[in-house]
């Protein structure tokens, strides 16, 4: 038997350079995105956004450390039973779920001795003779009137080969996959257990034996570098990759520039990845903490009636003069309270002080429910009504808003200054206490809490002025211990909206009195507690949730009311109504911390710029800011304000600052200079047969030539790129259009110089491209005849075509006499078109070139414009039951198709299709349109011309009127024709295809 031999397999080239299973990562990364708030390391702060999918993370490091060993397929196939994307891993799975019970697996599976594994209630009681005991699977339980359950003695095996049956019988792997677990949901000694010995057979030639994957990643490891792999990740954010990274049994580095990051990085891995011990200290830790906290206030009587009642929440609004009037007015976007509890707010005018009493009512009808949707904010302006008049004055008006100097817009609100937290009197936003919602005495610490909301009292004002009395004698203090914030806001393009909106110019202004108390005695208890570190991560969830850019939504707890967490989107919102959560309304829930806790590996996490990594690693995997819509360096200063004084010290050697101008952001020059930087420096930092990762959103091929710019001189070599689509259906509503990840292999570029000319260079692209795609096209039939569904999708061989051109082009180092840093470097004119912007375009084309829909000619292919080829391509997807919006995106931008809208019957994500033939309308055939002009225009008019009756000799007579090359385009015309007969949905349009197909047969055999 071969021993494990270290570093005898140094140079073997990656399994993820060849194949990957995209569609199926997709499928599952999506998956765990629908988790929101259940996804492993969401819970240690939601305000984090754009972690990436750790099921993507860990067939990215899968997919890097295990070699090719000349048998794709069946590479494919191990590296699948590590993923438990295979049969068995999903029927484990699906077991796990248990959603497939026996009533399913009875009617899809056939066998002769069903009451071998089922049973039902009254099954004893049979006679011998009953019809049911001798039927046969498939069976329908439902229509026999049984309750199937299985039988007592099944063992665990049988019924999941029976669910694996039963899984055979649907049609795609994503049918399957809904019906499972999360592969990391399930146990993951018990996920495996079958698989060690085909993959161990499967690498024996190397020695490997291993019973888990960190048992083999490190044999994977040792093989190529000598030791258990090192990954990287200078760009750590929310910490996704180094946790994955680790999770699978590799030593990690990871690292980031900002603090925040870092805090949200070192809790994964080490709170939701904290060995057992430390877990049960940080429970302890928290309840400890929570338990002084509840004390504290229930000793300053802050938050209770005089009843013992509770608070839960209280909601306040802006309150402000009508210019008009002299009234003071409340500013409430709607008066609605709680959908749930008919709770509404009501304004009774009050002559003597020119003001509003706001009672709260509850359980009103439906009819004054509905009313009180309107409040007295609408589109901008202040609107209310007073003695049968309705005044109305845009916020802008009362805010003072005017032009400066420089063109900017400028306000007459007051600039708070650093001792303020509350509005000063004569300030044009005051501030109002409106409503309160509380908790039943005897609730307050049970699971279940009754709450009901009520208006506000004397007594609860007195405990307002209490509250606030007691920060306007502290703040001083709590600043300068750093319990309480104290540091400006920064303006910025996030930072400028509540300065300019509410002139607050502090962070701690973005909180009241109640939020400025509740965050400094808390976060006083957790200084004090052994678990400091699990309290900044606490501290900054508690900010999230409890500040003034709050806003209560009506629709929370099931249309109970609730407030939202300030980073519910990605900017700095402000409310004219919020709500503030009591200490009640954080309830004691803890971090979810993993049941298996991280194998014991190195695992480092420093603040420091991409561009300084303090460790070599074997794999960089980084998902870098491009184009970032999230600006994290703004978004995250709302934190470092209330944690940077006096860290714990597992944070304490970092700096505590974003370090705005050392954040690599944007798309400029800038940009790829930072990004040059940091990725130069990661090259450094990798053994030659190391590699290296990088994600990015896929927009268009200028992303890609930046990209590649910018690895290029850093000295990489791209290998293999790969698409996946991550984003889910409800994301996908409101960004309105769809982001899909690209993967992007690197290895360093071998030494030397090459130098090339595109007249050489385009040639070779084309011929890899070629290769490339051929290659996958045929693991595609093979994998087809065995499985019935293909491994790779059109985007896939499209993206491969990308990579393919890169690959090529990124091994020169000079092209066209420009060295590739000084091409990087280089600033770019707006619209330029460079070197590899053109050779990116070729390969596209030379990709779309071989993506002939099946049934159409290549001949016809090649001489189709963009948006003939997207149509026929889209119209071929069609009929495999594609229906993805971001396979139409993909391919529109591949075809270079400029509004492929027009050509689109639904655009629906998950329900896309193009428009049938009838649904054309005439000004979308018209001249100026895309598609009109074409052949396919002429034809789509002709099949309409003739499911509208008229004769097909009238139909072909116009066609050859309007076709001046009809003669040369016949053959074409009637191989696309053939196409329609073939694919398009409606039957009509079929025979009508066919039948104008056989009309132009006959002409030529007419010899007109
Ligand atoms: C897209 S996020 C990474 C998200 C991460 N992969 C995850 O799953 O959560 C990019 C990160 O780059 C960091 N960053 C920006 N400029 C940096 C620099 N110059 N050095 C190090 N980190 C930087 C930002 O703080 C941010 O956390």
């Known amino acids: 038997m071969t021993t494990l031999q270290a570093l005898s397999n140094q140079e073997a080239p990656s399994l993820i350079e060849a194949v990957f299973p995209a569609q199926k990562v997709s499928f599952e990364a999506q998956s765990e995105r629908k988790a929101v708030a259940a996804q492993t390391l969401t819970g240690l702060g939601s305000y984090w956004k754009g972690r990436k999918p750790l099921i993507l993370v860990r067939a990215i490091i899968l997919g890097s450390l295990l070699p090719q060993t000349g048998d794709s397929e069946r590479d494919l196939e191990i590296f699948e039973k590590l ?72 063992s665990e095996d049988t019924k999941i080969e029976l669910i694996e049956r039963a899984l055979a019988t649907f049609a795609s792997y994503e049918e399957k996959a809904s019906l499972c677990k999360r592969p990391e949901e399930v146990d993951q000694d018990w996920l495996y257990a079958p698989i060690w010995p085909a993959v161990n057979e499967h690498f024996a030639q190397w020695g490997v034996s291993a019973r888990s994957i960190p048992e083999l990643v490190e044999q994977m490891g040792i093989l190529r570098f000598g030791r258990r792999p090192r990954v990287g990740d200078t760009f750590s954010g929310g910490g996704s990759i180094p946790f994955e990274a680790a999770r699978l049994g590799c030593d990690t580095y990871a690292a980031d520039l900002n603090p925040i990051a870092c805090m949200l990085t070192w809790g994964a891995m080490n709170v939701i990845g904290a060995p057992k011990k430390q877990r049960e200290m940080f429970e ?46 409340p500013m409430l976007p709607s008066r609605v309270i709680s959908p749930k509890l008919g709770a509404i707010a009501k304004l009774t005018p009050d002559h003597a002080n020119k003001r509003f009493t706001i009672d709260v009512v ?61 509005p000063r009197p004569g300030d044009i936003f005051q501030e109002r206490l409106y409503a309160i919602q509380w908790i039943t005495k005897d609730s307050i610490y049970e699971h279940r809490q009754n709450t009901y909301f009520r208006g506000i009292s004397d007594l609860d004002l007195e405990r307002e002025q209490k509250v606030a009395e007691l920060v306007a004698s502290s703040l001083e ?43 400094a005695i808390t976060q006083k208890a957790w200084r004090e507690s052994d678990a400091a570190a699990l309290g ?29 967490g300030v980073f519910s989107n990605q900017a700095l919102n402000t409310f004219y109504n919020y709500a503030t959560r009591s200490w009640s309304g954080f309830g004691v829930g803890s971090f979810r911390m993993a049941e298996e806790p991280l194998p014991n590996v190195e695992r480092e996490v420093v603040s420091a710029p991409a561009d300084q990594p303090a460790r070599r690693c074997d794999y960089w995997i980084t998902d870098p800011p491009y184009a970032d819509a999230v600006n994290y360096h703004e978004i995250t200063e709302f934190f470092i304000a209330w944690l940077r004084k006096n860290p714990p010290p597992e944070f304490s050697d970092w700096i ?88 992007l292999m690197l290895r360093k570029r071998q030494e030397g110089e090459r130098t090339g000319f595109k007249q050489r260079i385009l040639p070779a692209v084309r011929a890899e491209v070629q290769r490339q795609i051929e290659s996958m096209m045929n693991l595609n039939e093979e994998v087809k005849d065995k499985l019935g569904e293909p491994v790779f999708n059109d985007s ?18 000079q092209i066209g006499g420009e060295d590739v840093t000084n091409f990087a470097l280089r600033p770019r004119q707006s619209g330029e078109v460079t070197v590899v912007d053109e050779i990116v375009q070729q390969a596209a084309e030379a990709a779309n070139n071989l993506l002939v829909p099946e049934g159409l000619g290549a001949e016809t292919w090649a001489r189709l414009t963009g948006i003939e080829r997207f149509f026929f391509r ?45 649904e054309f309308a005439s000004r979308d055939l018209s001249d100026s349109t895309e598609i009109g002009p074409t052949w396919l225009g002429q034809l789509i008019i002709g099949l309409q011309q003739l499911l509208a009756e008229v004769e097909p000799q009238v139909v072909i007579g116009q066609i050859q009127a309007d076709l001046p090359e009809f003669l040369e385009a016949r053959p074409l015309l009637i191989d696309m024709l053939a196409f329609f007969e073939r694919k398009a949905a409606p039957k009509e349009v079929r025979d009508v295809a066919e039948v104008l197909g056989a009309r132009m047969k006959n002409l030529r055999a007419l010899g007109q």
């Open 83 to 154: 993923m438990a994307f295979d049969d068995h891993g999903l029927a484990r799975r699906a077991f796990a779920q248990g959603d497939l019970k026996p009533k399913h697996i009875a009617v899809r599976v056939s066998l002769s001795n069903p009451w071998d594994f089922f049973t039902f209630t009254g099954f004893d009681d049979l006679p011998k003779d009953s019809r049911i005991l001798n039927v046969e699977c498939p069976f329908d339980a439902d229509e026999e009137g049984i309750n199937l359950r299985w039988a007592r003695d099944v």
């Open 796 to 813: 896939d061989l499209q993206m491969a075509g990308y990579a393919a051109a890169l690959k090529v082009l990124t091994a020169y180092t």
């Open 536 to 564: 900044w991560l606490n501290l900054a969830k508690m900010a999230d949730f409890n500040s003034r850019l709050c806003r209560w939504a009506t629709s929370q707890g099931g249309g109970l009311g609730g407030p939202k």
């Open 874 to 918: 889209m119209m071929d997807m069609e009929t495999t039951g594609a229906k993805k919006l971001d396979n139409y995106q993909n391919f529109a931008k591949a075809f270079r198709v400029e509004d492929y809208a027009r050509v689109m019957g639904d655009m629906a994500a998950n329900g896309a299709r193009l428009k049938t033939v009838t």
């Open 656 to 743: 505590w600052d974003s370090r705005r101008a050392l954040v690599i952001k944007g798309s400029g020059d800038d940009f790829r200079r930072g990004m040059v930087g940091a990725y130069s420096a990661m090259a450094e930092h990798m053994p030659d047969n190391g590699m290296q990762c990088v994600m990015f959103t896929h927009q268009d091929t200028g992303v890609w030539s930046d990209m590649v710019g910018i690895f290029w001189a850093a000295g990489l070599q791209v290998v293999a790129a790969w698409y996946i689509a991550t984003e889910t259906t409800s994301e996908l509503k409101k960004g309105g259009y769809v982001q899909g990840t690209v993967i």
């Open 362 to 422: 509850s359980n009103v009808s439906a009819k004054e429910l509905k009313a009180a949707e309107k409040g007295t904010v609408d589109d901008g302006d202040l609107v209310y009504e007073l003695d049968g008049k309705t005044y109305r004055t845009p916020v802008k008006t009362l805010r003072g808003d005017y032009r400066g100097a420089d063109g900017s817009t400028l306000n007459k609100l007051r600039r708070w200054e650093k001792s303020d937290f509350i």
């Open 284 to 329: 302890d830790a928290q309840r400890a903490v929570m338990l002084k906290v509840d004390q504290e206030l229930i000793k300053l009587g802050v938050e209770h009636d005089d009843k013992g009642n509770r608070a839960k929440a209280y909601l306040y609004c802006l309150e402000t003069e009508c210019p008009e009037t002299g009234w003071m007015v």
């Open 477 to 519: 203090t709590w600043q300068a211990e750093g319990l309480v914030s104290d540091m400006a806001i920064e303006p910025g393009y996030n930072t400028n909206q509540p300065i300019r909106e509410r002139g607050w110019t502090h962070w701690h202004h973005l909180f009241n009195s109640r939020q400025i108390l509740l965050q």
